[in-house]
């Protein structure tokens, strides 16, 4: 097991551009999920220490870091991916510890890390508004200013992403932030905000406060000197954020959970369809938010495609972070036991098990370890038809044709991302735009990259973008300039 650990100089919080010991007091620990022990620990920020770093976001946007222009935001961001890139290995060690993925998911993540921030490096002074042509003696123009003091709320499961995902955008539109991220994984973020110091971002530009959800979540999120949210998490927690951002009347944006379906007709490729379907419920073992958690397969196809996805989903892998692997532990034992409610209502219920996935002899007894399973046919009404799981747990529902597969996938309360697998690109064409959903993947399916592909849900999988050009909106407001010169 490799032995990543925070740097000693991350001493809690970091706040006008210092890590300071949280005024609070409290600590919490940090926990290797594969371990089942603790390794460290981080703030327990309350409600001082959040108006401490509220306070010094907002003094920043009237200080040296409001002067820099849009260019000189860009660069900074940049500066900050090269030096990801150049430490891509160390990162990728503390996110495996952390999070308890195989490292190999953890490299990807860091490449993902760095290339988020070089995006929008890029694009920080490339945002620019519209003139409009009115009456006759008036000029008009728009431009894009920031919100102010952007709060960011992230989840557990891909820090290393999720970081630079949610403040990338915000800071190359010149908001100061303040982060809350998640008190089951925040190491990698709390390094990379070290980072972000090392290459020059001025203080209180970025800001950090660890803690509980219930403590310094909140009290950020409540703040009355915060002026746009961006949250990822569970639609529970959405909720609750929503409702602070009414409260104040500001902005949000909420990306939330999801029940994603995976469409096979029986014309699909198996080369491509039968090991993307099963990485897509077992990358991070399911914790993530846009998994194919739900397989719906063309009746004609159930003796044909669905054994060859079988046979893939028995040879999976559970492994400790360092193995080679398709995924580890999930992420605490609150996850866990969540994770194994689900499989005993499955089979409470006599729902088929078709495949569980392999546990390697040298886990951890201690570690948080569930074994992949894959049940069907699950009945339309199952409660694993239709609710989140987050855990490596496939339900596979068979659909007796085309309208039938539509009405299938529609039909949760969620609306993050599907996945179409059809040799027929005129039938994935009016599959693909009858779903509703954020991103609709044909023969193909995974978020986890693709830093360029605006991202975000509909219904319960909640509202706003994220990632591309259309997350440099939302963390913007529009003005419009109206000048009479005649
Ligand atoms: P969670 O909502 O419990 O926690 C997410 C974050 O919110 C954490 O930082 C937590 O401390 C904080 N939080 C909790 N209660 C809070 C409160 N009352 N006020 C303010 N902040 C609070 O979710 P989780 O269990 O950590 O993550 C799992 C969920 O997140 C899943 O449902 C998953 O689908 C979703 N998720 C969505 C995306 C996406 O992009 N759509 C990405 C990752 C995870």
Not at 264 to 271: K, W
């Amino acid at each position: 097991m490799t032995a990543a650990t925070l740097p000693d100089r991350i001493t809690g919080l970091l706040i006008d551009g210092a890590w300071s010991e949280p005024q609070s007091g409290q600590w919490l620990d940090i926990i290797a999920p594969a371990e089942g022990k603790p390794y460290g620990r981080i703030a327990g920020a309350q409600k001082t220490d959040v108006d401490a770093a509220v306070a010094s976001a907002r003094r920043a946007l009237s200080g040296e870091w409001g002067q820099l222009n849009a260019a000189e935001r860009g660069r900074l961001l940049s500066r900050a991916g090269l030096i990801v890139q150049e430490r891509a290995e160390e990162l990728a060690q503390l996110e495996a510890r952390d999070t308890g993925k195989p490292i190999a998911q953890a490299r990807a993540d860091l490449a993902a890390c760095a290339r988020y921030f070089e995006y929008y490096g890029g694009a920080a002074d490339k945002v620019h508004g519209d003139t409009i042509p009115v009456q006759n003696g008036y000029f008009a123009a728009t431009e894009h200013i920031p919100h102010g003091v952007t709060a960011h709320v992230i989840p557990w499961n891909y820090p290393a992403q999720m970081f630079p995902r949610s403040v990338g955008p915000a800071l190359a539109m010149g908001n100061a932030v303040v982060m809350k991220p998640a008190e089951d994984a925040c190491a990698t973020p709390l390094a990379l905000a070290d980072i972000m110091l090392e290459v020059g971002f001025p203080p209180g530009a970025i800001n950090m406060v660890t803690g509980l959800g219930m403590e310094a979540g909140a009290a950020l999120s409540e703040h009355p000197d915060i002026n746009f949210i961006s949250f990822i998490g569970s639609s529970e927690t959405g909720v609750a954020i929503q409702t602070a951002a009414a409260k104040s009347h500001i902005g949000c944006t909420l990306e939330l959970g999801g029940k994603s379906a995976q469409i096979v007709f029986a014309d699909a490729d198996p080369a491509l369809v039968v090991p993307t379907v099963v990485a897509a419920i077992t990358q991070h073992a399911g914790q993530t938010c846009s998994a194919g958690s739900r397989l719906l397969i063309e009746r004609s196809a159930m003796d044909t495609l669905l054994p060859q996805i079988i046979q893939a989903f028995c040879e999976v892998r559970v492994v400790m972070p360092h193995m080679e692997g398709q995924l580890g532990p999930v992420v605490s034992a609150r996850q866990k036991a969540r994770v194994e409610r689900y499989i005993q209502l499955a089979d409470d219920t006599g729902l088929p098990l078709l495949a569980s996935g392999q546990m390697a002899p040298e886990l951890s007894a201690e570690g948080y370890f569930v074994q992949p399973r894959m049940y069907g046919p699950v009945p339309r009404d199952h409660r694993l038809a239709f609710e989140e799981v987050f855990g490596p747990v496939l339900a596979v529902i068979p659909f007796d044709d085309e309208a039938d597969a539509v009405a299938l996938a529609n039909a949760t309360e969620y609306g993050l991302v599907a996945g179409i697998w059809t040799r027929d690109s005129a039938r994935a064409m009016r599959v693909g735009r009858q779903m509703e959903v954020g991103q609709v993947f044909v023969n193909c399916f995974g978020a986890g990259g693709g830093i360029e592909l605006p991202f975000g849900g509909m219904k319960k999988s909640g509202h706003g973008r994220e990632k591309g050009w259309e997350a440099l909106r939302e963390f913007a407001a529009v003005r419009t300039l109206l000048v009479r010169h005649d």
